[in-house]
C-alpha cells in the first residue's frame, strides 16, 4: 500500500463532518481504501483538565457509531491531534489520496468573518479535496405534501 492509499476525513462534532464521514466511508468501502478520521482540537481556559482524552473518547464513538469497524483490520484509523484544524488536516492528508471535509453552511457575513476550514484547506492541499455539501432540507409544504400521500 502506498501513502496515496488512504482518504483523510476532518471531524468535528458537527452535522456537516457527519456527512463528510458518511461519504469517506462510502467512498472508501467502494475503492478498497483506508480512512484516517482526523480531529483537531486546541485548549480553551474554559476546559476542564483532562478535556483532551474526553475529546478523543467522543471522537472514537462518533466514529465508531459510523460503521468505521466494517473496515478490514487496519482500515480505519481515528486521530485526535491538538492544534488549529487548518494545519493539522494539511499535515494529515499531506499523502493522501482525498481529504474529505464537511460543509457547516455559513452564511457569507460569517463565512467572511471567520474564513472557511475547507476553502483554506482546498487552497493548500497537496491532494484533492472533497467537500461534501449538507443534504437541503424539503421545504414545510413539501414535507406535509409527501405525509399526506401515506
Do not use: K
Not at 468535528?12 to 483506508?34: C, F, K, N, S
Not at 484516517?36 to 483532562?50: R, S
Amino acid at each position: 500500500m502506498t501513502s496515496r492509499d488512504r482518504i483523510v476525513v476532518g471531524v468535528d462534532g458537527t452535522e456537516g463532518a457527519r456527512h463528510a464521514l458518511r461519504w469517506a466511508i462510502a467512498e472508501g468501502l467502494r475503492t478498497g481504501v483506508p480512512v484516517a478520521a482526523v480531529t483537531a482540537w486546541t485548549w480553551d481556559a474554559a476546559l476542564p483538565a483532562g478535556a483532551g482524552p474526553r475529546v478523543e473518547r467522543e471522537l472514537a464513538e462518533l466514529v465508531c457509531r459510523y460503521e468505521l469497524a466494517r473496515f478490514p483490520a487496519g482500515g480505519a484509523s481515528v486521530s485526535v491531534v491538538e492544534g488549529d484544524p487548518v494545519p493539522v488536516l494539511l499535515a494529515a492528508a499531506r499523502h493522501a489520496r482525498l481529504l474529505v471535509l464537511g460543509s457547516h453552511g455559513h452564511g457569507r457575513l460569517r463565512r467572511a468573518l471567520l474564513g472557511s476550514t475547507s476553502r483554506r484547506c482546498a487552497r493548500h492541499a497537496s491532494c484533492p479535496v472533497v467537500v461534501v455539501p449538507l443534504p437541503q432540507r424539503q421545504p414545510i409544504d413539501n414535507v406535509h405534501r409527501i405525509a399526506r400521500r401515506y
